[in-house]
């Protein structure tokens, strides 16, 4: 695979050894626990980490008497290693890397997978497969290695498994370009190495399919069925199952057809178009479902019915939806929540459902997380025609004359548009088609006005029930099983917030002689809660950042001494006299918070007044907040 060579004088690598690279060589660093002082401070990516944290990192649960003098120690070594590459400054309780302009192989390693996939949604394989190869050029061995053992229980885990989701698109990328055979003895090792990995089998059962090797790979789904009944007891997925029927349903003397394979999935026959003339161009651009999609059935079922898919008794795909009631309008509906409450998660598990009732393509795109530079419509716009077969010509350069023509295309197609991340009804409105066979599925932060109100749903926390179960499929069945009261207090820790679960069932598979209840002594701390709710590139902190980004410096101060309240919950006239402002004034202060979703109501007071309360960690968060001169930073207080 192609290897992407820096250019930065000074260079940090965390996939494979802990190593930095000044002006083309290498630094000495010395041994493993100032390699994991380095380590820790990038994964930061310029937050402060607290001694708290790093101490965990060096020496787990038992550190020396004289842990802070020895992390001063390999702060100042690194700090002469550097010299003035870069600085490593005090702040607070703890130590932030600072090195503008430096290169750092995890950065550009998601960069590069991000460009990959996007060149893959947009029909562009060739483009993909170098990109994707390059990311995963990158690798140089095992993340983190040289480090300490609980900086490899901690963060390494979860690095490798953000390079499987790479190695699945190149993959893709790959057989798109009608590489089969190259790739069999490649998929054949990484269905060995993750045998319970789905899309890597419906990959090597894909690749043998295509090289006339239709019983090899029925082979390969056969040992799949029976490897998911023996360890986990269940059966197969649609990806498996229906690819399997594919496979079944062809006659034995016909060769398999090659056709580009989309993005996300299809991996069968080319379709044919629906207006009868031969083969149609049939985005696919979902991204897969997650295998261990837990809960939300009652919101499933709701956005199911919204698009046109009748839980139980799904239309099929040469019938599809109903037309909406309101003629010549698409069906829409819209997904709202915090940030890492599960919207993008739940959007495409429905999407997943609603393909066999928009058989003529889904299309996706994610807008820009809350934060991050917004995508211009004008550029989607472009990604979607291609997509939808136009070629580059066809593509006018005008924005408006672009919506045009996408509104032309999908006039009498029953397509699935998803819109992830949308902030606005301008962002929105360009790219909702008009036809009423068409279906609309959007995530926000905050409701729309796009969207009619009955067709939103605001998205909270898991439930305990569902919470329960998300850590049972995590692989801690038997430890829930053991300490239902301890998986009830670490729910409680962390909100339910579907985010920091997810984390904390990586951290549990990464340490299976951890109870449960030494689990919840480790998160019990407050002041490093934030901190220890991590893993590799997931991370709690910059989800709950995001809710900060669009609240004035003067309610940040205001929401600071609420979070200090050693109440739980308060009122309105109860938040007047500690501010000392009016009741009416406290309450619009505080129905402001809540619309940011940084408070809840958690009740009524006997008067039958909102009782107002923080979310768990977003009072962790808030508690935190303090203004500093030109910006906020949320280090304060770690």
Known sequence: MHRAVPCAALEFRILGPVQVWLSGVEVQLG???????????????????????????????????????????????????????????????????????????????????????AALEQGRPDVASVQLAAALGLWRGAALGSGTEFLAETEAAALEESRLDPQELWVEA????????????????LVAAHPLRERFRAQLMTALW????????????????????????????????????????E????????????????????????????????????????????????????????????????????????????????RLALVSGPPGVGRSSLAVHVAQQARAVYPDGQLFVDLGAPGESRVPVRDVLAWFLRALGASPDGIPSDTQERAQVYRSLLARRRVLVVLENAVSDEQVHLLLPAGAGCGVLITSTE??????????????????????????????????????????????????????????????????????????????????????????????????DRLFDAVEDGRLTQLRI???????????????????????????????????????????DAGRRPLYSFPPLTRLAAREVRRGPGNRSLVEGA
């Open 31 to 117: 041994g493993s626990k100032q390699r994991t002082v380095l380590a820790a401070l990038l994964l930061a990516h310029g937050r402060v980490v607290t001694d708290g944290a790093l101490s965990a990192l060096l020496w787990g649960d038992e550190p020396p008497r004289t842990s802070g003098a020895q992390i001063y120690t390999y702060v100042s070594r690194l700090r002469r290693t550097l010299g003035d590459a870069g600085s490593l400054v005090r702040n607070g309780q703890g130590y932030a890397l600072r090195a503008p302009g430096a290169w750092f192989d995890l950065d550009e390693y998601v960069a590069l997978a991000r460009r990959g996939r």
């Open 251 to 330: 006659p034995p003397d016909a060769p398999p057809a090659v056709p580009p394979v989309p993005a996300t999935g299809g991996t069968g026959p080319a379709p044919t178009g629906t207006d009868g003339r031969g083969p149609a161009t049939v985005p696919a651009m979902l991204p897969p479902d997650l295998a261990d999609f837990t809960g939300r059935r009652s919101e499933t079922d709701r956005l199911c019915r919204w698009l046109g898919v009748e839980t139980g008794t799904a239309p099929t795909p040469s019938q599809g939806p109903a037309p909406d009631p309101a003629s010549g309008r698409p």
């Open 174 to 189: 790959e057989l798109a370009l009608g590489r089969c055979r190259e790739l069999i003895s490649e998929l054949t090792a």
């Open 210 to 249: 295509r090289s006339h090797r239709r019983a090899d790979a029925l082979r390969v789904f056969f040992e799949g069925r029976e490897l998911l009944a023996d360890e986990l007891g269940v059966d197969p997925s649609p990806l498996l199952t229906e690819l399997y029927e594919e496979i079944v349903a």
């Open 447 to 544: 409701p729309l006005a796009a969207v009619p109100v009955d067709r939103q749903i605001d998205l909270g926390p898991f439930d305990i029930a569902e919470a329960m179960l998300f850590l049972r499929r995590a692989g801690a069945h038997q430890r829930v099983q053991v300490e239902r009261a301890a998986a009830l207090e670490l729910i409680d820790s962390c909100g339910r917030f579907p985010l920091a679960l997810r984390i904390l069932s990586l951290q549990l598979s990464r340490k299976p002689h951890w109870t449960l209840r030494r689990m919840v002594a480790h998160l019990r701390a407050e002041a490093t809660r934030l901190d220890r709710l991590q893993a590799g590139s997931l991370c709690i902190r910059p989800a709950l």
């Open 562 to 604: 609420l979070a200090d309240l050693p109440t739980p919950t308060f009122t309105a006239d109860a938040v007047g006299r500690l501010l000392g402002l009016s009741e009416c004034v406290a309450e619009h202060i505080l129905e402001y918070l809540l619309e940011r979703r940084l408070l809840e109501v958690a009740g009524h």
